[in-house]
């Protein structure tokens, strides 16, 4: 099995997204932790070190296939109906399409990496959001 390798962002928006690769490819990302308990990305990460596989172990929330969020990032307006090809979005058997790392990593100069599968990062370079996840602040 493939060793899983992990990074936590903060975005300058306070924004908190889990991703996790198998090799050099991204299995799984979840947005919006901020908006969640803090113990729930920390479970999440005790989980990933205790040998965890989000997609065997049916992790739910995974962006990467959620519909709506593929078909935002590949051009599909889901307020009007607006939709490029749906090839684009569905395979031949109904399944999504996942997005790839290219289409959903957020490597903007403003966010920075605040942990990893070596533990948080750096303080300094968490925001509110990271520090109240991480360090219990408020």
């Not at 889990?18 to 299995?27: M, P």
Request: with cysteine; net charge negative.
């Amino acid at each position: 099995m493939t060793k899983l390798a992990w990074q936590v962002t903060e975005n300058n928006g306070g924004g908190i997204t889990l991703y996790v690769w198998a090799g050099d490819r991204l299995i799984y990302a979840h947005a919006g932790y901020e908006y969640t308990e803090p113990q729930q990305l920390r479970d999440n990460l005790e989980e990933l070190v205790s040998g965890a596989h989000p997609i065997n172990d049916g992790w739910e929330g995974n962006d990467l296939v959620n519909e709506d969020i593929v078909r935002g990032v590949r051009g599909v307006d889901t307020d009007t109906g607006y939709k490029v090809d749906d090839e684009a979005v569905v395979d031949a058997s109904g399944n999504i399409i996942p997005l790839t790392q290219d289409e959903y990593y957020d490597n903007h100069q403003s966010t920075k990496v605040i942990c990893d599968e070596e533990g948080p990062i750096d303080v300094d370079d968490m925001g509110a959001a990271g520090r109240k996840i991480f360090l219990g602040a408020k």
